[in-house]
């Protein structure tokens, strides 16, 4: 049971021969796409062939070399891989491809992939490893698969011990010459854009000393704050300069952050709500203070596709905008992620101040 | 809400990694709200800008028009207007509902000082209502006749000039004058109430993203520049053709012409994005002076170059496919002698060291065989025939920049083919924009109407750049308006006039109809 690189590459140039003759009978031009190689690690399972649907969707908007490793669970000995042209035809007579190669291997041949990847990465393009496999995280051959990408992206998603899986992050990102991501980040981009865009009125920017009280609600099934939840905390709070201090006790649906603000405390409080219709742990962020001229600032979400945006102040009416606030899709984050290259500032900003609220939130 | 003494400069929640860029709060006040370009670009452009999370929760529209309608008729024309005309799909209802919130209307003759007091009481209202920090983009999306006297109302009204709580910008859709005269004459009176730095004059070409890429490609990479001038390029062509004929804008067109259009506006613009120098830094202020300096260096045509190097075309009726095609003369709003052009090519030379002998050849016309708008970059030929057999050896190289449809670069260069012998065959590489990136691109609109409230006016011309291209145009409208065209010279559905292939094969060129 073994995989020739050479012989891979041998069937990629006939996928490509193959192509070209059909496109001459067709009276069409065809085209071969690729910026990068994205390699995807991923369990094995029923929704295999889902997840390669939506890496072949995704090379429509960021054609790349893709390379699949299918992670078998169980103590088999499989190894073999596939090679394939996925291609589309956007419009006119161009018909792009590019190249996708699965591969299949169990946890003890997972060892044998790197030594295959390798070679089949594409020469000067940036190469994209996207793990989603936790199985193969924490495999010993992890790091020699990771070897040739510039940029690791992880989920923390599901994680059943956030602050580890956290900790974990800063941790890899201290040890890897690649830029580290998190989708539990990139679920985030959104929201916080719409945060953003409300404190591009210089009015309300003018307020934000003035607030002191922030709430965020959220879903968990499983009855713990969610590594997104604890990134968005430590964005807000790392971008007001709000410096955390302890946690009071609270009840189990609700814990109270203590910040020291540059003018006084501040409150966060994380509310966790039953809603079983939300398709994100998000609900709802609201941001407020004592002082009466403070407005009001509440983002949440009215349908599975729409967001709304409120603010109240003072002696006038309240300001609503509806926005369109889809669900968060794999295909939607790795597309956001494809699309960066540099080191990401305020996601290292926010998971370290988030590592420092759930340390707080443990110790309390 | 109380007023704060003093803003914070730098919103803290910004990313720009993550975020495209978003707008400040502002009412933008649309002369001209019941008009053909608010409803088909205008409103689907802010539409889309609303739903993609980029305007602030309290942006506002006032439109202004003469019909006597209310806020919520204005609302439900726009809603159809978006309905129809947006490129994002269908209209989402809830983000409807909150955009609308913010559209306003304001009855009012655009010659009538009584208009702009109501409409400053109703900027007074919405600022209230939206939490707004008194923030105005004024856009003049009327008929150009209207342009000066809005100007000198928005002054006498006070709703623009000095001693506001926000900004005041102006937005001032093409043509710009319909010649140097009238054009100077216009950026007088406007200077007269706005700074020029308040002024945005808008050419939608120059914010399609692939006008853009002409930046990226030349000034992003190493290879191109150093071959970008005269010593490696033979001839630029810059083509804008268009399938369609007058689509019942005859009387308006009749006005304008090809010349005044096109050439005089996005071809220029196109043609300094071309041949301009690199800027010291992208910035509204380099890059402007760089396309100012090499519109400004286009040779003026004499009486006797116009008759040879521009030629004016007019389509006359023709059969395509079984379908018969109206001549221009047979549109509705047009005279049945017009001498107006609806075709127009023109070469120009640019007096520097870079071009110095370089044709730029530019036409647009209507009724051609299909709608493509390229670039068409010929190199010299290789210096030594080493390929004596081989014609296609003498071919030139060719670097198209295809701004639509099919967004994208090719480069036609010599290869092998396989097999005994040295036999060259053309081939093409090919960059395709939209297989590369995917995706919806925004439109032009959107990108330039965000740069008008975020205060970029990078990709907005400038009064210097208008008078300079108005400067080039200038002696072809002096020979053409006392000429007595042989009107119609070209069939719907053909390349244009035989005159403008005679006028490049004089130098041994040809156009290239991609």
Known sequence: ????????????????????????????????????????????????????????????????????????????????????????????????????IVIRCSERTLAEVPGVVTPLVAADLPVVLWCASERARRSPAFPSL?????????????????????????????????????LSWTRLTRWRALLAQVFENRLYRAHIPDFNRITIQYQDQSGR??????????????????????????????????????????????????????????????????????????????SEACGEVRIEAAGLDPVMNRVSLPAPTDLMLLGEELAISQRDPAFEESLERAVQIARNLQAG | MSSPAAALDANPFLDPLRFRKGASDCVMVIFGASGDLTR????????????????????????????????????AKMKAAVSEFSDSGPLDESVWDGFSQGLY?????????????????????????????????????TQPSYYASIVKNLGASGLAGPDHSGWRRIVIEKPFGHDLASARQLNGVIHSVFDENEVYRIDHYLGKETVQNILAFRFANGIFEPLWNRRYI?????????????????????????????????????????????????????????????????????????????????????????????????????RPDSQTETYAAV???????????????????????KRVTEIVIQY?????????????????????????????????????????????RGVSMDFNYGSSFGGRSPSAYETLLLDAIDGDPTLYTRQDMVEASWAAVQPLLDVWKNENHDFPNYPAGTWGPAEADRMLERRGHRWRNG
């Open chain 2, 234 to 334: 033979r001839q630029v062509q810059i083509t804008a053709a268009e399938s369609i004929g007058v689509e019942g804008r005859g009387a308006f067109y009749e006005e304008v012409g090809a010349l005044r259009d096109m050439v005089q506006t996005h071809l220029l613009q196109v043609l300094a994005t071309v041949a301009m120098e690199p800027p010291a830094r992208f910035d509204a202020s380099s890059s402007r002076d760089e396309k100012a300096k090499v519109l400004g260096s286009i040779r003026p045509l004499t009486h006797d170059e116009v008759l040879i190097e521009a030629v004016a075309g007019q389509y006359g009726p023709s059969r395509v496919g079984g379908r018969g095609l109206p001549g221009y003369r047979q549109e509705p709003g047009v």
């Open chain 1, 146 to 182: 990771a070897a040739p990408a510039r940029r690791i992206i992880l989920d923390t998603f599901s994680a059943e011990l956030p602050l580890e899986a956290l900790e974990t992050l800063i941790e890899q990102q201290r040890r890897s010459p690649a830029l580290i991501a998190d």
């Open chain 2, 40 to 75: 088909r670009k205008l409103l689907p452009a802010l539409y889309n800008l609303a739903r993609d999370r980029r305007l602030s929760a309290g942006f506002a529209v006032a439109g202004v028009a003469r019909r006597p309608i209310g806020d919520e008729d204005f609302r």
């Open chain 2, 347 to 369: 070469t120009f030379f640019i007096d520097n060291w870079r071009w110095a002998g370089v044709p730029f050849y530019l036409r647009t016309g209507k009724r051609m065989p």
């Open chain 1, 1 to 100: 049971m073994t995989i020739d690189p050479e012989e891979l590459r041998a069937r990629l140039d006939q996928v490509w021969a193959a192509l070209a003759r059909d496109a001459v009978a067709d009276g069409h031009e065809v085209m071969r796409a690729c910026g990068r190689t994205l390699l995807s690690v991923v369990d094995q399972s029923r929704e295999s062939d889902d997840v390669l649907e939506m890496l072949a969707e995704l090379l429509h908007a960021n054609p790349s070399r893709s390379i699949v490793v299918l992670l078998a669970a169980g103590d088999t000995e499989q190894l073999a891989a596939d090679v394939d042209a996925r291609c589309w035809m956007p419009s006119g007579s161009r018909q792009i491809c590019s190249e996708q």
């Open chain 1, 225 to 302: 704050i969610p590594p997104t939840v604890l990134l968005f905390a430590g964005w807000v709070t790392s971008r007001l300069r709000w410096q955390p201090q302890k946690t009071q006790p609270a009840a189990e649906s609700r814990k109270i952050l203590s910040f020291q603000r540059p003018n006084g405390p501040a409150l966060v409080t994380l509310e966790h709500q039953d809603s079983l219709d939300s398709p994100e742990s998000l609900l709802s962020f609201g941001l407020g203070g004592e002082a009466a001229a403070a407005p009001r600032i509440s983002i949440g979400r009215v």
């Open chain 2, 105 to 141: 209307y304001v009855q009012g003759d655009f010659d009538d000082p009584a208009a702009y007091t109501r409409l400053a009481e109703r900027l007074r209202q919405i600022s209230q209502a939206r939490h707004g920090s008194g923030n105005v983009l004024f856009y003049l999306s």
């Open chain 2, 380 to 424: 010299s030929p290789a210096p030594h025939r080493l390929f004596p057999d081989s014609d296609a050896a003498t071919e030139p190289n060719v670097l198209v920049l295809r701004i639509q449809p099919e967004e994208g670069i090719s480069l036609k260069f010599h290869s092998k083919e396989p097999g005994a012998g040295m036999r060259l």
